[in-house]
């Protein structure tokens, strides 16, 4: 889930009037379509809103011209007819549900990269420098998204100027060579199944793993796709390729279509392009309740470029995009789902798990779900974005102005609530009402700050501590109140500094990172457009 942020939309480039896929593509369905208008047939073809520089698309939907619709197998249950992510005809994700629902939730175990047992483990010499390289991975993940609000506006040019780390209340260091991924789950995809490592990430759409014909992918595990009898590779003149950005010198041939070709780059500038093709995913819940769903849009990857995908064969995306995980499965799994991220850093290590259902049963969550609703920034597709009405420290709610909360006309502002952002970020005046209402709260011997934490204190000999509670309501009435262990971490020989970080920029917004949400079951109920959460036992919820 590390900084890795997609890109919202489709380029739509024309070259010199020849074939490219995406323009042609539109023309031949326009083409078809007026034909079909013509002798009184109904040709249905998903919604394109485009613009003279981008189109979008509410869903993915596989086409019915080139495969045929096949079964969902689950341990002895078929679900015949498996269409979830058919036609959508509107903006609002509602789904021409032709399918039936999971009887079960499916739920895979989260593996963080530097959990004691995860291979992928970096070596630190103190918690201290563990906490920066994530910082400075987050600020390379929060520049990301600034550069994507602002390519998005229609009247701004991108300026580096204008987002570069002067623009943090502290400079912006670049990503850990170790990678910016997260957390990881295994992921089965082919026939007979290939099993892989991805990085699962709320912030991005594209699904892909690397290729067997990779050119630079370096070492570890690649997809052999001609060993699945499953594989099939989507044509460049379908409308399933308007769904993708395209290499910008690929043009699709109209007399011998090729196949079609993605290229997805990511806010620290790595990439991963390839083909966009199906194929049949497996998925092995913890529960032993395994399924086989067809049809899956993917890209094999065949060049992979940079530090976001060390460690892994490549990304689930699970953004709010079209062709993300969590949008194909659709209403298979009642188009919601969840995670529970367990403390990482806890010895021996616990589990974290990604549910894709209906939320974990009752034993393991401590209160009733509280829901919000989901907001959305027209600017930035893929995210989840919720209201922050107000925040308290203590019990008194801080004087923090609501602007600073909104979502305004140009996409800035507004909260993420973020799997792949290991701190906690606020836009700089509500962080430094925050920080002072910290400080004053605070009743241990404060100590010079370390480094980028603003606030520190010696808890050496302290058993039992007693800590300023930070609460957050957001719309909805929906109350969020962390363990102090989530925002104040104990750093290096007993000192424990505060684990929120302030931004300030032109494209200022909040982002509530993994460390807030430890111990908390976080729904994503897409369904119905409403992010729900409850205190948990996560390495109970099995």
Not at 108 to 122: A, E, G, I, T
Request: with cysteine; proline share 6%.
């Amino acid at each position: 889930m590390g900084k890795l942020l997609g890109k919202v939309g489709v380029i739509m480039q024309p070259k010199d009037g020849l074939h490219h896929s995406k323009c042609l593509s539109a023309i031949v369905l326009a083409f078809y379509g007026a034909v079909a208008v013509a002798v009184g047939i109904h040709l249905s073809v998903p919604l394109l809103a485009a613009t003279s520089a981008t189109a979008s698309v509410s869903s993915f939907t596989p086409s019915n011209r080139w495969h045929s619709s096949k079964s969902v197998e689950t341990d002895g249950v078929s679900v015949p007819g498996h269409r979830a992510y058919h036609l959508i005809q509107n903006a609002d994700r509602r789904h021409l549900l032709e399918s039936k629902k999971l009887s079960n939730p499916v739920r895979l175990r989260l593996l963080h990269r530097n959990s004691p047992n995860s291979p992928f483990r970096k070596e630190y010499s103190s918690m201290l420098e563990a906490l920066e390289d994530a910082r400075a991975m987050d600020m390379a993940r929060v520049e990301g998204l600034q550069r994507r609000i602002q390519k998005s506006l229609p009247s701004t040019k991108l300026s580096t100027s204008s987002i570069s780390g002067k623009d943090f209340r502290s400079s912006v260091q670049p990503g850990a060579a170790a990678g910016a991924g997260q957390y990881f789950v295994d992921f089965f995809i082919g026939t007979p199944p290939q099993k892989f490592v991805l990085i699962a990430d709320t912030g991005s759409d594209l699904v892909w793993v690397r290729c067997a014909q990779c050119a630079r992918c370096g070492s570890g595990l690649l997809f052999h796709s001609k060993n699945s009898s499953t594989y099939s590779p989507i044509p460049c003149l379908s409308q399933e390729c308007l769904l993708v950005p395209s290499p910008a010198q690929f043009s699709c041939n109209f007399r011998v279509p090729s196949t079609c070709r993605y290229d997805y780059v990511y806010a620290d500038l790595s990439e991963s392009s390839g083909i966009f093709s199906l194929e049949t995913v497996t998925l092995n819940s913890s529960t032993g309740y395994n399924v086989r769903i067809p049809n899956i849009a993917f890209g094999c990857g065949l060049q992979n470029m940079g530090q976001s995908f060390v460690g892994s064969a490549g990304v689930m995306g699970l953004g709010r995009g079209s062709i993300s995980f969590a949008s194909q499965l659709g209403s298979v799994v009642g188009n919601k789902f969840s995670y529970c991220f367990a403390d990482f850093f806890h010895t021996p290590a616990e589990d974290s798990f990604l549910t894709f259902g209906d939320a974990p049963a009752s034993s393991s969550l401590q209160h009733a779900v509280q829901y919000t609703p989901l907001l959305k920034n027209p600017f930035s597709q893929s995210f989840y974005y919720v209201g922050i009405r107000e925040v308290a420290v203590d019990g008194r709610v801080l004087p923090i102005p609501s602007y600073l909360w909104e979502i305004d006309a140009t996409g800035n502002g507004g909260t993420v609530i973020d799997s792949g952002t290991t701190l906690t970020f606020f836009v700089e005046p509500a962080y430094r009402s925050i920080l002072r209402a910290m400080r004053s709260a605070l009743t241990y011997p404060q100590v010079r700050p370390l480094q980028n934490f603003d606030l520190c204190f010696n808890a050496s000999g302290i058993s039992d501590l007693r800590l300023p509670e930070l609460s957050i309501t957001f719309r909805g009435e929906a109350y969020f109140s962390p363990s102090p262990a989530n925002y104040f971490i104990d750093v290096i020989n007993g000192v424990r500094c505060l684990g929120l970080q302030g931004v300030q920029s032109p494209f200022g917004f909040s982002i509530l990172g993994n460390l807030l949400q430890q111990n908390f079951n976080v729904e994503y109920d897409r369904e119905n457009g409403l992010l729900g959460f409850s205190p948990a036992t996560c390495s109970s919820a099995s």
